[in-house]
């Protein structure tokens, strides 16, 4: 099942663990890959489910393009604890013919992850800080 628009298809994996994380809260975050060279969308990390958003966003490398899903807890100003699953696709700092991969296969790829609740397109890192998570999550 390749992408029309950029020929790439999406490892069961990366469904799989999306499933983990918004059924069994297994994972914090998933940061996905797309391998040129297998022309599919893989995972490349799984976060355990007590690491912090800084841990998340140190493993977004700062100059290649990657898609990734972090699930934020939160209380709201009721002190009700809620929870949001983030899609995050980063940055715009890579070569031209990664983001281009990227962007081509982007909105294909995010149907496949069925329950994204806030979407995110960072240009750089400032982008998916803390700060910018919390004001989206509310």
Known sequence: ?????????????????????????????????IEEKQ????????????????????CLPADECRYAVFDYDFLTPEGVQKS????IASPDTARVRSKMIYASSKDRFKRELDGIQVELQA??????????IQSRAS
């Open 39 to 58: 022309k599919q969308v893989i995972v490349e990390k799984l976060g355990e489910p007590v690491e912090t958003y800084d841990a998340f966003a140190a």
């Open 123 to 132: 240009t750089d890192a400032s982008e998916v800080g803390l700060d910018v």
């Open 1 to 33: 099942m390749a992408n029309a628009a950029s020929g790439m298809a999406v490892h069961d994996e990366c469904k799989l663990k999306f499933m983990e994380l918004k059924a069994k809260r297994t994972f914090r975050f998933i940061i996905y890959k």
């Open 84 to 87: 949001r699953i983030f899609f």
